[in-house]
């Protein structure tokens, strides 16, 4: 009976362990990428982002690229990478919950 009992809380735990693993699972992986990776490089390896922005800090020129993933469970991850005088420096990523929308029927 013990042994049955170890091999289900096993079991369950192997399934909710796969469950927690493919919901976050995204295709900006750290392992394609890399730190002095160029703009040009990611964009040819992801293609166009969703969104490019442009801005100066200490007279370097700071480009951060981002792109949209929806997630199993419909929430969005947005990944940001950082790019200082074109090479890559940070990426980070932001995971947003889809709100609940009400729709009313109007008589």
């Known amino acids: ?20 693993q493919l919901k976050y699972y995204t295709q900006y992986s750290n392992d394609d990428i890399s730190s002095g990776m160029t703009i040009e490089a990611l964009i040819e390896k992801y293609g166009r982002p969703y969104a490019e922005n442009l ?10 690229l ?4 929806i997630m199993v469970y419909g929430e969005r991850l947005n990944t940001f990478f950082y790019f200082e005088d074109g090479l890559l420096v940070k990426k980070t990523q932001e995971e947003v919950f889809p709100t609940e929308t009400v729709v009313k029927e109007r008589h």
Not at 1 to 20: A, Y
Not at 66 to 69: D, F, H, I
């Open 1 to 20: 009976m013990k042994n049955s009992l170890l091999i289900l809380i096993l079991i369950l735990q192997l399934i909710t362990g796969c469950g927690i």
């Open 66 to 69: 981002q792109y949209k993933e």
């Open 55 to 64: 801005y100066y800090e200490n007279g370097k020129k700071i480009e951060v």
